[in-house]
């Protein structure tokens, strides 16, 4: 089995050829994977952001496992895409990730690539946080090594402003009572 980023991955479980044409040509204009689930222990084992399904193949089962992977999910990093009405009743957890769309797939291009979209912003957004963490943690062990920081040499290697690195000790400041720290310079305005 391939290596598969939850990211750009969207399982399906479908016999409508005109899905499949659709994601082919998605797949043609983005970095869209998708794949189509044989198993139905694959709507667990491959992570994705998106599941389609048909809803004249769902199952005891399907919902079953659906069950199983909503729990462990933020509601806005995975949608079930639903074609057609289900003929089964759906849970309410499971309600909530699921979109239904009629036979002709429309809105299905717009659904991907909002939700594709909204994965990448969160996905940029844990990464600066991520970067953040790191550069204030950096300070912090920096200072108790050296409490004297240059300011200029600082900002470079992080590539930040005068004004994020004042917020930085601020922030290490309101934490820790007992931090201290001295500056080769003063603060430019």
Same mark, same amino acid.
Request: a neutral charge; glycine letters at 2%; proline letters at 2%.
């Given at each position: 089995?391939?290596?598969?980023?939850?990211?750009?991955?969207?399982?399906?479980?479908?016999?409508?050829?005109?899905?499949?044409e659709q994601?082919?040509?998605?797949?043609?204009?983005?970095?869209?994977?998708?794949?189509?689930?044989?198993?139905?222990?694959?709507f667990?084992?491959?992570?994705?952001?998106?599941?389609?399904?048909?809803?004249n193949?769902?199952?005891?089962?399907?919902?079953?496992?659906?069950?199983?992977?909503?729990?462990?999910e933020?509601?806005?990093?995975?949608?079930?895409?639903?074609?057609?009405?289900?003929?089964?009743?759906?849970?309410?957890?499971?309600?909530k990730?699921t979109?239904?769309?009629?036979e002709?797939?429309e809105?299905?291009?717009?659904?991907?690539?909002?939700?594709?979209?909204?994965?990448?912003?969160?996905?940029?957004?844990?990464?600066?946080?991520? &970067?953040?963490?790191? @550069?204030?943690?950096?300070l912090?062990?920096?200072? *108790? !090594?050296?409490?004297?920081? =240059?300011?200029?040499? %600082?900002?470079?290697?992080? &590539?930040?402003?005068? @004004?994020?690195?004042?917020?930085?000790?601020?922030? *290490? !400041?309101?934490?820790?009572? =007992?931090?201290?720290? %001295?500056?080769?310079?003063?603060?430019?305005?």
């Amino acid at each position: 089995m391939n290596q598969f980023n939850k990211e750009n991955t969207i399982l399906i479980y479908s016999k409508n050829e005109l899905l499949i044409e659709q994601l082919k040509t998605i797949k043609s204009e983005s970095d869209i994977e998708y794949y189509e689930v044989t198993k139905i222990e694959d709507f667990i084992a491959v992570p994705s952001f998106l599941i389609i399904v048909d809803s004249n193949l769902l199952n005891e089962k399907i919902l079953e496992d659906f069950n199983q992977i909503v729990p462990y999910e933020q509601i806005n990093e995975l949608s079930i895409v639903l074609i057609g009405a289900p003929h089964l009743k759906l849970d309410s957890s499971i309600k909530k990730y699921t979109i239904i769309i009629n036979e002709k797939l429309e809105g299905l291009d717009k659904i991907i690539m909002n939700k594709k979209d909204f994965i990448r912003q969160q996905s940029n957004r844990q990464s600066l946080m991520l &970067q953040k963490y790191r @550069r204030i943690i950096n300070l912090y062990v920096s200072t *108790l !090594k050296n409490r004297q920081l =240059d300011i200029d040499k %600082y900002c470079e290697e992080n &590539q930040v402003t005068e @004004r994020t690195l004042r917020r930085d000790i601020k922030l *290490l !400041k309101d934490i820790y009572t =007992d931090f201290h720290i %001295y500056l080769n310079r003063s603060w430019t305005k």
